[in-house]
C-alpha cells in the first residue's frame, strides 16, 4: 500500500506543470467513475469543476487532493475561490496515473479525469478489493469527511504532539502507528521500519512510554519517512512495495542489518509485524499468537 511518502512523491510528480510532464494547469473537460464503487459522494456535482484548471495537488495523510478553485480576475490580481476538491484514496492497489490509451474500458480503471488538452488522470485498482475510491468536496476539504477526523500529518507532528497522541490512545504501537487518526501517513511497512529504528518493541503500550522512548520514536518516524521519500523521489513513478528499502518489514528470518540477530515475525491475516528481537524486545521472540501474555 502506497504509504506517506509514496503519495507525497505522486503529488509531487503531478504537480508538475503540464509543459514538464505532470497537471497543474490543466483545464478540466469531464470527470466519469468508471465502476459503481468509485464515487463516495452525491453532492457537488463533480460537473461543477469542469472548465476550471487543476490549481495543485497535494495530499493530506494518505490522501491525495485535486484542488480545482474558481477564479475571479480583478484589481490586477487573481482570486481562487468555491474550490471543488477530488480526494483520492489509493487503499491497497490503486494508482492516479496518466491515461495515454483513454480506452473505453480501461483495465482496473475506476475513474478518469479528462483534460481540455487531450490528456486525462486514470485511477486504477489492481485486484479485487474496489476499495479505492474518490470524494468530491467544495469548500474546504480538511474540515470534511474524509480527511476532518485524520490525525497530524507524520511528517510534521512535533515531539510534544506525537507525546500527546501516543498518551491518548493507549493502545500497542504498531496499531497506533498504522491507525490514521492518531498521527496520518503510516502504514504497515514504515510501522515496521519505524519500530525497528527506534529500538521498540512494536507491541509496546503507548500510553507507557517513556521521555527516551518518544523521543526515539519521533525521530525515527522523521527518518524514516525522509529516506522513504528520498527513495521515492527518484523514481519516475510509484515505487511497488517490493522495490522499497527496508531493513526488517518482509525480511522475516533475514539477519538485521544492525544487529545480525534474526528478524521474527508476528503474523496476521492481512499483514504481518516484523521485528527484531535484539534490537526491539530485549532478545525476547513473541510468540506468534496476539492473545499470548508474551507480547508485550
Ligand atoms: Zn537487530
Do not use: M, V, W
Given at each position: 500500500m502506497p504509504e506517506l511518502p509514496e503519495v507525497q512523491a505522486h503529488v509531487e510528480r503531478l504537480s508538475r506543470p503540464v509543459d514538464d510532464g505532470g497537471f497543474a494547469g490543466a483545464v478540466l473537460g469531464g470527470f466519469r467513475p468508471i465502476t459503481f464503487t468509485a464515487l463516495k459522494t452525491a453532492l457537488p456535482d463533480p460537473s461543477e469543476a469542469v472548465g476550471r484548471p487543476l490549481r495543485t495537488v497535494d495530499r493530506r495523510g494518505k490522501f491525495l487532493l485535486l484542488r480545482f478553485p474558481s477564479e475571479r480576475a480583478g484589481d490586477g490580481a487573481v482570486t481562487e475561490e468555491d474550490p471543488i476538491t477530488f480526494v483520492v484514496h489509493l487503499m491497497q492497489g490503486g494508482r492516479l496515473v496518466?491515461?495515454?490509451?483513454?480506452?473505453?474500458?480501461?483495465?482496473?480503471?475506476v475513474a478518469r479525469w479528462s483534460f481540455d488538452d487531450g490528456t486525462a488522470l486514470l485511477l486504477t485498482e489492481a485486484?479485487?478489493?474496489?476499495k479505492a475510491g474518490v470524494w468530491v468536496l467544495a469548500?474546504?476539504?480538511?474540515?470534511?469527511?474524509?480527511?476532518?477526523?485524520?490525525?497530524?500529518d507524520a511528517d510534521v507532528v512535533t515531539r510534544d504532539q506525537l507525546a500527546t497522541a501516543l498518551d491518548a490512545k493507549g493502545t500497542r504501537l504498531h496499531t497506533f502507528l498504522r491507525d490514521?487518526?492518531?498521527?496520518?501517513?503510516?502504514g504497515r511497512m514504515l510501522a515496521n521500519e519505524i519500530c525497528h529504528r527506534a529500538r521498540l518493541s512494536p507491541f509496546a503500550a503507548t500510553n507507557k512510554l517513556d521521555g527516551d522512548q518518544v523521543d526515539r520514536l519521533h525521530a525515527a518516524i522523521a527518518g524514516c519517512i525522509a529516506d522513504a521519500l528520498a527513495f521515492e523521489r527518484g523514481m519516475e513513478r510509484m515505487s511497488k512495495s517490493a522495490e522499497r528499502p527496508g531493513n526488517v518489514h518482509h525480511h522475516k528470518s533475514d539477519p538485521c542489518p544492525t544487529c545480525g540477530d534474526t528478524v521474527r515475525a508476528v503474523e496476521y491475516n492481512a499483514y504481518e509485524v516484523d521485528y527484531c528481537p535484539t534490537c526491539q524486545t530485549g532478545g525476547k521472540v513473541l510468540a506468534d499468537n496476539t492473545t499470548s501474555k508474551f507480547l508485550k
Open positions: 496518466p491515461d495515454e490509451s483513454q480506452s473505453a474500458k480501461p483495465r482496473n480503471g485486484g479485487k478489493e474496489r469548500g474546504d476539504p480538511l474540515t470534511q469527511s474524509p480527511l476532518s477526523d485524520l490525525g497530524i490514521q487518526h492518531g498521527i496520518a501517513g503510516i
